[in-house]
């Protein structure tokens, strides 16, 4: 099992940052890669950016695409995400998840942990 924990979230106006962080715990040896999706009132879970645990490759919605920066820190089994210029409609509650295997990066169905979530609020 792996335990994930966010942090970081919060209430923040339009243009600011915002930096993510999510701790991963227990049977990391485990994770082939890891994500960061969010969710807003009455809407899917939706993909944000994610990664390879051992390359240096990202990827990243178009919506948050040159705006976000994911990032790891493998010796702290810990990813962040660094969100610059925030806009109102990026108010979500945003997940930390790890998957296990080589799988679309994009898909929530493929990732077997998940964090609690963090919530983050960009007022106009």
């Known amino acids: 099992q792996v335990q994930l924990v966010e942090s970081g979230g919060g209430l923040v106006q339009a243009g600011d940052s915002l930096r993510l962080s999510c701790i991963a715990s227990?049977?990391?040896?485990?994770?082939?890669?890891m994500a960061w999706f969010r969710q807003a009132p009455g809407k899917e879970r939706e993909f944000v950016a994610a990664h390879s645990w051992s390359s240096s490759l990202t990827y990243y919605a178009d919506t948050v695409k040159g705006r976000f920066t994911i990032s790891r820190d493998n010796a702290k089994n810990t990813q962040y995400l660094q969100m610059n210029n925030l806009k109102p409609e990026d108010t979500s509650v945003y997940y930390c998840a790890a998957r296990r295997t080589l799988a679309n990066y994009a898909k929530s169905m493929n990732y077997a942990y998940w964090g609690q979530g963090t919530q983050v609020t960009v007022s106009s």
């Open positions: 227990g049977r990391t040896d485990s994770i082939y890669g």
